[in-house]
């Protein structure tokens, strides 16, 4: 089974940073793709990670370590439309995603 | 990223009854497709997967009986929900992709409400 991590809720200011991050343990790794889902919609895509390191694409950046099992969204310059649930999946060896609980970012002016 | 379509946005049924969803590829044939359950303030969880001209692959704990799933064409699946009740209220999101390999591109889901 899979099992992922990530923190609830998280406030920030319009202007500011912020990281979420991530936790997994999975049967197999095929990467890690961070969402954004605003309430009542589907998620939305935002990044993938494959290999250890740091993807960049423009306010937000996504960061991966295999070893530990561990990823980080960052988003940056904080605007008010970035309030919403952010949601962790990985990808097993089956291909399958699987998603964590979703972080939901409330954005403060 | 692709078009997928969903189909309708939102429906409420009557206990008992049975729903149909559908999840359309719009830009390009899509071999696999998934179907995901997700209930308020909770993540999606992957119900099956379906594969075009063949059944479809369930989850565990996933009753397929009571949720239908065919994919007639690359470009078409749906999900029916036989016998409703109102703990099948949801919201149902369907995604595509071209290969496994490749990345998945969720519709805009479907919310059902069962009374």
């Known amino acids: 089974g899979q099992n992922i991590d990530q923190p609830t809720e998280m406030t920030a200011t319009e202007g500011a940073i912020v990281q979420i991050n991530c936790t997994y343990q999975t049967s197999g790794f095929n990467g890690l793709f961070w969402y954004q889902q605003h309430a009542g919609e589907a998620p939305t895509f935002l990044s993938y990670n494959v290999l250890d390191g740091l993807e960049e694409k423009g306010r937000f950046s996504s960061f991966l370590s295999r070893s530990k099992g561990y990823s980080y969204l960052l988003l940056k310059e904080l605007q008010m439309k970035d309030s919403a649930s952010y949601l962790c999946?990985?990808?097993?060896?089956?291909?399958?995603?699987?998603f964590g609980a979703g972080t939901t970012v409330t954005v403060r002016a | 990223g692709a078009v997928v379509s969903q189909h309708p946005s939102w429906v409420i049924c009557k206990s008992g009854t049975s729903v149909k969803i559908e999840c359309r590829s719009l830009d390009f044939q899509a071999t696999t497709m998934f179907w995901y359950r997700q209930f308020p303030k909770q993540s999606l969880m992957l119900m099956a997967t379906s594969n075009e001209g063949s059944k479809a692959t369930y989850e565990q704990g996933v009753e397929k009986d009571k949720f239908l799933i065919n994919h007639a064409s690359l470009t078409l699946s749906t999900l029916t929900v036989t016998s409703a009740h109102p703990e099948d209220s949801s919201f149902y999101i369907c995604?595509?992709?071209?290969?496994?390999?490749?990345?998945?591109?969720f519709g805009p889901g479907t919310r059902l409400t069962v009374t």
């Open positions: 999946a990985v990808r097993d060896g089956d291909y399958k995603l699987s």
């Open positions: 995604s595509v992709t071209y290969e496994r390999e490749y990345e998945q591109y």
